[in-house]
C-alpha cells in the first residue's frame, strides 16, 4: 500500500509508548556511572569556589607560585620563611610527600592523623593556602567540570574583599540590634566596598576565560556554563563582622547581575556559629527584608547529635525558614531532628524552599550513608530538591557521584530528572522560567505550551527565552535532556 493512512499514523503514534524512564535500580555501578556522568544535570547551587580544586591543581599551583609546604602540618604556605619548610617542587620529585599532602588536602584518607572526617574536612581550608590571584584559575577548573558532566549552570560561594569587610564590622561594632548597626555600616561606608568587588569579579572571570580560551578556535566547553554567584559570609567572629559582609553583599547583589545572593558559611556546630545563630538570622531578615528584598539561601541543618546538643539541632532550618525568609536551604540533613519537623517540612513543600541536597558531602562530614539520607522523606513530604557537590575538591568526587548517592537512597530517574530541573527553576536566575508549576513540570507557562524540547521557542516563548536569563538556561536543558533521552 503506497497511501500512507494518516488515520493508522495516529493510531500507531498514541499507541507507541514513550521511551522507558532508565531502571537506574538495575543498573551496575559502571553502567550507572557512564549513565550519570552523561545525563544533564541542569545547574549546580550548592558549590563552594574555596572547596572545588583538587588537592593536584592546588599543588601545580603552589609550584608555579613557589610557595612552600610546611612538612610537619602538610599544608601550603604562602610564605617560605620559617622552619619545616620545603620548596612546594619537591612534590615533583617525592611522590610520598605528594601524596601526603593530597591526604592532607583532602578527605580521602579515613582517620588521617586521627581526625574525624568533619574535622579533616574543615581544617583542610587552612592548608591549601590558595590566594586570590588563582580565583579564575579556579573558577575555569569548576566550569570545565561542569561541561565535562553536560551541566551548564552553576551558583558559585564566593567571599571577596572579606578583610576590608570584616574589617570595617569590626571598627563599627554592635549597635545593640540589627537596624542601628546596619545605620552605622552605612554611615561607616561599607558599600564603598563595592566597586572592588566588581573589580575583582572582572578579574576572576577574565582569567578564567584566559585559562579556557574562551573565544579561540579550540576553546574549552567550560565557556558554554552560565555562571552566577552567592554573596557568602562567615558565621565565626563577631556578628557585626558577618554583618558587614552580608551588607555589603546586598549591596553587591544589587548593583551586579553576576551576584545573585546571600549564603551564610562556616562550620554550623562551631561556638561561635551556634552562639551567634538567633542573631544572624536577624540580621539576614533586616537586611533583605525577610528574603523579598535580597534572595538568601543558608546552610542549615549540617548537623547531627554527635556534634551539638539536643537545643542547638531543634530550631535551625525552621529560623532560617521562617525568620530569615531563606529561599533555599543548604543540606537540611538535621531538618527530621527539629520541633514540628513535619509542619516546617510541609510548609516547605508549599511556599517552594528548596534543599540543596549533598548526599556525597553529608556521607563524609555528617557520616549519613545514602540509604539512611533524609532525601527519602524530602521527597515524601514534597520540598523541592536540587543535587551539589558542596565541595568536591576536597571530598573527591564529581556532581554525578551525588546523583548515584539518590538512586541508593530510592529515588528513580524521574526523581533526578526533577532535581536537575529544580537546579534551575529554584537558581536565584533573573527572570520568568518556563514552567508554572516547578518541581512537577507537568505544566509551562501558557506561552511555552506545546514547545518544551523543541528545536527552537517560537513566538511569546522566543521572546520569553529572549528576555529571561531563567527561561534561557531552562530551554538549553530541556534541549540536552531530550538528546540524553533521545541517545538512549
Ligand atoms: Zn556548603
Known amino acids: 500500500m503506497r497511501r500512507i493512512s494518516w488515520t493508522l499514523v495516529a493510531a500507531l503514534s498514541v499507541a507507541t509508548p514513550a521511551a522507558a524512564a532508565p531502571d537506574l535500580a538495575r543498573m551496575s555501578a559502571a553502567e550507572l556511572a557512564a ?8 545547574g549546580e547551587l550548592h558549590n563552594h569556589m574555596g572547596g572545588g580544586t583538587p588537592p593536584e591543581l592546588i599543588l601545580e599551583w603552589a609550584i608555579e607560585d613557589k610557595l612552600c609546604i610546611d612538612t610537619v602540618e602538610l599544608a601550603i604556605r604562602l610564605s617560605c620563611t620559617g622552619e619545616n619548610l620545603r620548596p612546594a617542587a619537591d612534590i615533583a620529585t617525592s611522590e610520598a610527600l605528594r601524596s ?3 591526604d592532607s588536602l583532602s578527605t580521602r584518607h579515613p582517620g588521617f592523623r586521627d581526625r574525624s572526617a568533619h574535622d579533616q574536612f574543615f581544617t ?3 592548608r591549601r593556602g590558595t590566594t586570590p590571584k588563582r580565583t579564575g584559575d579556579a573558577l575555569a577548573e569548576t566550569l570545565e567540570g561542569l561541561a565535562r558532566q553536560n551541566t551548564f549552570y552553576v551558583e558559585l560561594m564566593v567571599t571577596p574583599q572579606y578583610f576590608p569587610a570584616r574589617a570595617l564590622g569590626a571598627q563599627v561594632g554592635w549597635k545593640g540590634d540589627a537596624a542601628a548597626t546596619r545605620a552605622a555600616l552605612t554611615e561607616a561606608g561599607i558599600e564603598k566596598l563595592v566597586p572592588a568587588v566588581i573589580a575583582d569579579t572582572d578579574a576572576m572571570e577574565a582569567r578564567a576565560r584566559e585559562v579556557m580560551k574562551c573565544g579561540a578556535p579550540h576553546a574549552s566547553p567550560g565557556c558554554q556554563v552560565t555562571a552566577r554567584y552567592l554573596f557568602q559570609a562567615m558565621r565565626d567572629g563577631k556578628p557585626e563582622q558577618t554583618m558587614a559582609q552580608l551588607q555589603l553583599g546586598v549591596a553587591v547583589v544589587a548593583a551586579d547581575k553576576r551576584w545573585v545572593g546571600l549564603q551564610l558559611v562556616s562550620p554550623e556546630d562551631s561556638y561561635e556559629s551556634t552562639k551567634h545563630y538567633d542573631v544572624h538570622m536577624r540580621i539576614v531578615a533586616e537586611l533583605t527584608d525577610t528574603g523579598r528584598k535580597t534572595p538568601v539561601a543558608l546552610h542549615a541543618g549540617e548537623l547531627n547529635l554527635k556534634l551539638v546538643a539536643p537545643k542547638t539541632i ?8 521562617r525568620i530569615a525568609g531563606a529561599r533555599r536551604i543548604g543540606h537540611g540533613t538535621a531538618l527530621p531532628l527539629e520541633v514540628d519537623a513535619q509542619a516546617v517540612a510541609r510548609e516547605m513543600a508549599a511556599k517552594g524552599v528548596l534543599i540543596e541536597t549533598n548526599l556525597v558531602s553529608n556521607s563524609v562530614i555528617l557520616e549519613v550513608p545514602p540509604e539512611a539520607h533524609p532525601y527519602a522523606w524530602f521527597r515524601k513530604m514534597g520540598i ?3 543535587f551539589s557537590t558542596d565541595d568536591s575538591g576536597i571530598t573527591r568526587h564529581e556532581l554525578w557521584g551525588d546523583y548515584a548517592f539518590a538512586i541508593r537512597n530510592g529515588a528513580t530517574y ?7 530541573r529544580n537546579g534551575i527553576a529554584f537558581s536565584f536566575l533573573a527572570g520568568e522560567g518556563l514552567w508554572a508549576d516547578p518541581n512537577v513540570y507537568k505544566r509551562p507557562v501558557a506561552a511555552c505550551a506545546g514547545q518544551i524540547g523543541a528545536e527552537a521557542p517560537r513566538g511569546a516563548c522566543a521572546d520569553l527565552v529572549a528576555k529571561s536569563d531563567k527561561a534561557r538556561e531552562q530551554w538549553r536543558h530541556e534541549r540536552l535532556l531530550k538528546a540524553f533521552e533521545a541517545g538512549r
Do not use: N
Not at 314 to 321: C, K, L, Y
Open 384 to 386: 523541592p530538591v536540587a
Open 100 to 102: 601526603a599532602m593530597i
Open 35 to 42: 549513565t550519570l556522568k552523561a545525563f544533564p544535570k541542569g
Open 414 to 420: 524521574g526523581d533526578l530528572k526533577t532535581a536537575a
Open 314 to 321: 531543634s530550631h535551625h532550618v525552621t529560623d532560617a525558614v
Open 124 to 126: 583542610a581550608f587552612a
